[in-house]
């Protein structure tokens, strides 16, 4: 990627989360960028090409980080949600209208319908994994695990969102509070064993 198309998403990156996208045009983008909307359009027509380029960044950095280290597995289980969070974060416009660009574009709507099922499918991998390592017990209730993943998702889609409904801006903060609704989320899940690692893990939760 050449160094104008880079900044220009970078730009543009800061303005959507700054400022969200209705407000943020190609005229926004170029202004801020110091070029003409002629010379922006060369690399991005419109607008829209911009968001899918930003969308599928934050796949490609997510798709880095998915894998479990075997020396401690349960550790790198809650750092993986850590990770996706922070990157998540720094893209937190994509979730902050995430209904409306999923209705605005069939391309992301249609990827990220597919990537979801592909994300599912790493989960419970991982989930099995940590199962046969005895970390986690096995299902009591009929799809318990794939049910655990789609309310992790739901929230992880919506927290931005939950967090702007009561306060003015976001902040870094908003992270450490996801770890601990999701952590605490997983921790019914965990075995004796497990319980006594994640007390190490987050000694800070304890009462």
């Known amino acids: 990627m050449n160094a104008t198309k880079q900044k220009i998403l970078l730009k543009s990156l800061k303005l959507f ?3 969200g996208i209705s407000n943020v045009s190609l005229r926004t983008i170029a202004d801020e960028v110091g070029i003409s909307v002629g010379n922006l359009q060369y690399h991005f027509k419109k607008r829209e090409d911009i968001i899918e380029a930003l969308y599928f960044q934050i796949v490609e950095k997510i798709d880095a980080i998915i894998f479990i280290k075997t020396d401690d597995l349960l550790k790198s289980f809650f750092n993986i949600s850590t990770e996706i969070f922070k990157i998540l974060y720094e893209h ?6 995430f209904v409306t660009i999923t209705r605005k574009n069939q391309k992301i709507k249609n990827h990220y319908s597919q990537l979801s099922k592909q994300r599912e499918m790493e989960f419970l991998k991982i ?3 940590l199962i046969q390592n005895g970390l ?6 009929k799809n318990e695990y794939k049910n655990l993943f789609r309310r992790v998702e739901v929230l992880s889609n919506f927290w ?3 967090i702007l409904i009561q306060a003015e801006v976001l902040s870094e903060v908003s992270i450490d509070e996801y770890l601990v609704l999701v952590s605490q989320s997983i921790y019914p899940y965990l075995t004796e064993k497990a319980e006594k690692q994640y007390i190490k893990i987050f000694p800070s939760q304890l009462v």
């Open 17 to 19: 989360n700054d400022l």
């Open 92 to 97: 937190h416009f994509f979730l902050l209208d």
């Open 127 to 129: 989930v099995e994994v």
């Open 136 to 141: 986690l017990r096995e299902e009591l209730l």
């Open 160 to 162: 931005f969102s939950s």
